[in-house]
């Protein structure tokens, strides 16, 4: 269970959300939605602890995830629409960094199992450079497989299926239920509540500044 | 504990490689840097006129002004493109602290960048008619002292990550910085000119170089976390 109490985010001089409550099951899915600006992926960026909280905690049962940091970014995936994919390497290349950068054993043998579950074993020598906004994301999407053979906890994503064809969705669909059963917790904020096939969630941002107002 | 700190330094291998790797697909930064100095080096010449002697005094000083003036452009791009395609943000996310991986930012830019320059720093010193007994004295000096260079320049990179005119700010911020590295670093081979040990500027040069290995790492890495939580 995350529990996120009183958090308070500002940006510059705006404050984001204020005071704001809720309690993330595990093993259970999340999705943020909201108008454009109404904080989704800041809240995402607080949740993993890069935007600073001005107040209130965030627990991992009982734990503050901030009290140890590093386990807590060790025990999530967080995924942006900013992928961090290096364009001068290949898609394999970029899945090999960021395993390693995570700490984690990365045999050619996982890492093409990872790009297999998002159809991307074909393009494995790819250059991002020469590759689709598609296949950059589901490049991308490859990592979560990862989680699958390493130990995580948790999937925070934002706006993960943007850019991604009809196959595509369905091969992301299939991680998530893997995921879930697993007993992972996946947080995505998202404009489109059709891309989960599992019970859901959901966390209305514009509802919640509604009931600040009145 | 153990396995923690081992995966650590995996790691730190890993992101050197990895920048080693990009770097060597676009070697576009590294031609512009030697290419910028190369020009320095062919310029100075000219603009002194003819007389032999005028360019033997100043060889030591224009190879380390240009130098600094070299890597500039170079550094503004250090951090900028993994800021931009999101990798910073993948990166602190790793098991590894945000320090090491920034100490092994500018491991790398060293290795690719400026390792390039002092193995052709004797081929400008020839051209700048250098005494042959300076050479090796350059060569150690540049070598101490590119390493403090380097760090600064990550400093100063993180520094404006996410500024709007950055490329602008960042010379008139670390130039001061580097001031002492090129005083002391000079002053290695104008000692060894008037015969006298170079041993005390080159210590000097050492201990900066050193506490900028210590501090910078810090400093990065505190930029890098404020410039992603904007």
Not at chain 1, 157 to 166: A, I
Not at chain 2, 6 to 24: E, P, Q, V, Y
Not at chain 2, 50 to 59: F, Q, R
Request: hydrophobic share 50%; glycine share 6%; no cysteine.
């Amino acid at each position: 269970m995350l529990y996120l109490e009183g958090l308070t985010v500002q940006r510059g001089n705006k404050i984001v959300f204020s005071d704001f409550n809720t309690i993330i099951k595990s093993g259970s899915i999340t999705l943020i939605k909201g108008k454009n600006g109404s904080g989704k992926s800041t809240l995402l960026r607080a949740i993993v602890g890069f935007t600073p909280l001005e107040k209130g905690t965030i627990k991992n049962d009982k734990k503050n995830v901030f009290n140890n940091n590093e386990e807590w970014v060790n025990n999530l995936i967080f995924l942006d629409t900013k992928t961090g994919l290096s364009k001068d390497l290949t898609v394999i290349e970029n899945l090999n960094a960021w395993s390693t950068m995570k700490g984690w054993s990365s045999n050619k043998e996982n890492l093409t199992m990872a790009l297999k579950s998002v159809g991307m074993d074909k393009y494995a020598d790819l250059y991002i450079s020469q590759s689709s906004e598609g296949l950059k994301k589901r490049a991308a999407l490859a990592r979560l497989y990862l989680s699958f053979i390493n130990k995580v906890d948790f999937w925070i994503l934002d706006e993960p299926t943007n850019e991604l064809d009809k196959t595509s969705l369905v091969l992301f669909k299939q991680l998530i239920s893997k995921f879930l059963k697993q007993n992972g917790t996946i947080i995505i904020a998202t404009h489109d509540l059709t891309i989960v096939e599992d019970q859901f969630n959901i966390l209305d941002l514009d509802d919640f500044k509604k009931q600040r107002v009145s | 504990m153990n396995s923690i700190h081992s995966s650590w330094s995996n790691i730190f291998i890993a992101h050197i490689k990895r920048d080693i790797l990009t770097n060597s697909r676009s070697l576009l930064d590294l031609i512009s840097i030697v290419g910028f100095m190369i020009l320095i080096i062919i310029l100075f010449p000219l603009g002194l006129g003819p007389i032999k002697e005028k360019l033997n005094i100043v060889s030591n000083a224009v190879i380390w002004v240009g130098l600094i003036l070299a890597i500039i452009p170079s550094l503004e791009k250090l951090l900028q493109k993994d800021f931009e395609n999101g990798w910073l943000d993948q990166i602190a996310t790793s098991p590894a602290p945000l320090e090491i991986i920034m100490l092994s930012k500018a491991i790398s830019y060293w290795l690719i960048m400026l390792i390039p320059l002092i193995i052709t720093s004797p081929i400008f010193a020839i051209l700048l008619d250098m005494d042959l007994k300076n050479i090796p004295w350059l060569v150690i000096s540049i070598s101490a002292g590119s390493l403090a260079i380097s760090l600064i320049g990550l400093s100063g990179s993180a520094l404006i990550l996410g500024a709007r005119k950055g490329n602008i700010l960042l010379p008139i911020l670390i130039i001061p910085l580097m001031t002492p590295i090129l005083i002391f670093g000079v002053g290695v081979n104008e000692a060894v000119k008037i015969n006298e040990s170079p041993f005390g500027n080159l210590f000097l040069l050492l201990a900066l170089t050193l506490i900028y290995l210590v501090i910078s790492p810090f400093i990065s890495a505190l930029l890098v976390r404020i410039a992603i939580g904007r």
